[in-house]
């Protein structure tokens, strides 16, 4: 059986402090993350879109207790980790970040200077396997040419590579350890066109050799489409519509979604104008609306929608929305 | 979405011939932008696409001689309205600039002054051109605040950039760019670090922006789906040089340039679904070449899958294979460049 990733009312909160001349204090939070939950699966990729400020990188780095969340549950095969990430146990935390790897968005800035990439390489390695130092720099140069890369260029130093080859010793780094889940968090987006589908065509290609499982964190809902198996919609922290990517894409259920989905341009002129245009902006989640909080800016707000917030419920087989009066 | 305008053919509004800009650096010379040509016609959207290093925002830049030091205009004319912009004086270009040309810039954060209030800095640009006096020009600027769609004019003209949202900050950074009505507007990037929903509204306000002055637009962008929208016509920029120009539905539908094609292909396509089959973009290998040591012949030709021996030989020239459609490729019979760059 593969493993399960479940996560379930994940909660973050980060409180809007007010600083006086001898104290602090707490006037208000912001909730980033709120209420999120999902499960993936071995093999599945599910993609976790919405604009600046939604909450999904928020999400994965609550995951990985990288931020601490305030709440909720992430099960690995049905145990709860997040104590365990938190804990004093040392050889437990990293037992279970051995599984859960993270590729950053930034080649530039998650690659150490100083570091030849076999060095950069060799750190997990020595992290969560220790003993077999000897076979190291073989297991190096087998990731490298996985990757694509020339296992001989594992002696050079992260300047002398381009922008997509370091994404490769990310994505490199990150199944050195042979993890079974890996939250990609916008590992495309500072990328060249023509390089982001080799990018992305090295992602599809070692999930279909080695199983893992995807949390892709994108804002480009055309890499989401194409590497994912499911999608979940954030908008202001929460997750309004969920569902397999096809029925997604194709019947959205939530306004937002359609929204979205139509706001991108479509490569093939004259394509444009079925689009539905979405008045306004994000609200700041400072003051995040009542009820539905997409229904200042959705032209199917209902009075209820002012009121009360919907839940994600059933929209058929396939698909979760959260809309008082979905599509 | 405007047919070309065959007068404008005739006579472009701004014409760029063997366009080419150095910089001279320790390592050597870096060929940035390496004889380009293009026209644009009056009321006609160009757009320019391509990778980054393409030249793409160099030669957008360098129409109004706003490159970078230590960038040099080495070869080449711009004539817009009649009058070469490379060898003009810098007084003429001063004129020019912001009056008859005007830029919108990729980051509404850093193109703003966050010193001044947007009236200030609005209104100094109205009176610096037409010597207007500062009331009046607080009026015109609250009136293009409000046909970029701000509301509340009178009071965004008191505030700071940093109180700005950046939608709503690239929108004053459009009202700026449109105080004189130019005749024709730089648009590099425009939407690039906006949110999908905020690039709808931005480039739905463009093209009714340019439809209702009736102005030219040059819009650069690495986009497809972007230029799809928008433009006209496309220009396919690669490593400092153009691959292919073409009518819009030319460039989609009937793409000649190998790196055209390719690079239309290589984009995943939102409504499209990759379920059940086997996962593979098309991809072009390798990357674009370092502009420092170009390789000879066409840019292109190591990516290329239909490269021959003689395109790592021959630089290709232009050569016009239908209306208003020309590409560079000996594939599709380019003659051999005659003068190579020195």
Known sequence: MSAVLEVSGLRKQYAVVKRQLLRRRVTCAVHAVDDVSFTVRGGETLGLVGESGCGKTTTARAILNLVRADGGEVRLDGQDVRPVLAGADRAAMLAVRRRIQYVFQDPYLSLNPRWTVTEAMREPLRVHSPGQEREWNARVAELLSTVGLDPRHGSRYPHEFSGGQRQRVGIARAIAVQPEFILLDEPVSSLDISVRAQILNLLAALQDRLGMAYLYISHDLSSVRFISTHVAVMYLGRIVEMGAVDEVFAHPRHHYTAALISAIPVARPGAADTRTQLKGEVPSALNRPTGCAFHPRCAAAMPVCRSVDPVLAPMGPHSLAACHNPI | ?342
């Open chain 2, 1 to 342: 979405m405007l047919s070309i305008p065959v007068s404008a053919q005739d006579k472009p509004l701004l014409a760029v011939e063997g366009l080419r800009v150095q910089f001279p650096t320790r390592d050597g010379v870096v060929r940035a932008v390496d004889g380009v040509d293009f026209h644009v016609g009056a009321g006609e959207t160009l757009g320019i696409v391509g990778e980054s290093g393409s030249g793409k925002t160099v030669t957008s830049l360098s129409l109004l001689r706003l490159a970078p030091p230590p960038a040099r205009i080495t070869a080449g004319r711009v004539v817009f309205e009649g009058e070469d912009l490379v060898s003009t004086t810098p007084a003429r270009l001063v004129a020019i600039r912001g009056r008859r040309m005007a830029m919108i810039f990729q980051n509404p954060a850093t193109s703003l002054n966050p010193v001044l209030s947007i009236g200030r800095q609005l209104s100094e640009i109205l009176r610096w051109h037409t010597g207007i006096g500062r009331k009046p020009a607080l009026d015109r600027a609250a009136e293009l605040l409000r046909l970029v769609g701000i509301g509340d004019p009178a009071a965004r003209l008191k505030q700071y950039p940093h109180e700005l949202s950046g939608g709503m900050k690239q929108r004053v950074g459009i009202a700026r760019a449109l105080l004189c009505e130019p005749a024709l507007l730089l648009a590099d990037e425009p939407t690039t670090a906006l949110d999908v929903t905020i690039q709808a509204q931005i480039l739905d306000l463009l093209a009714e922006l340019r439809t209702r002055l009736s102005m030219s637009m040059i819009l650069v962008t690495h986009d497809m789906g972007v230029v799809a929208r928008m433009a006209d016509r496309i220009t396919v920029m690669y490593a400092g040089r153009v691959c292919e120009t073409a009518a819009a539905s030319t460039i989609f539908d009937a793409p000649l340039h190998p790196y055209t094609r390719a690079l239309l292909e290589s984009v995943p396509r939102i409504d499209h679904s990759y379920s059940g089959a086997r996962r593979v973009l098309p991809s072009i290998a390798g990357r674009p070449p370092d502009l420092l040591h170009p390789p000879a012949g066409c840019r292109f030709h190591a990516r290329c899958p239909e490269a021959v021996p003689d395109c790592a030989r021959i630089m290709p020239r232009e050569i016009s294979v239908g209306p208003g459609h020309t590409v560079s490729c000996i594939r599709r019979g380019s003659p051999a460049e005659t003068e190579l760059a020195a």
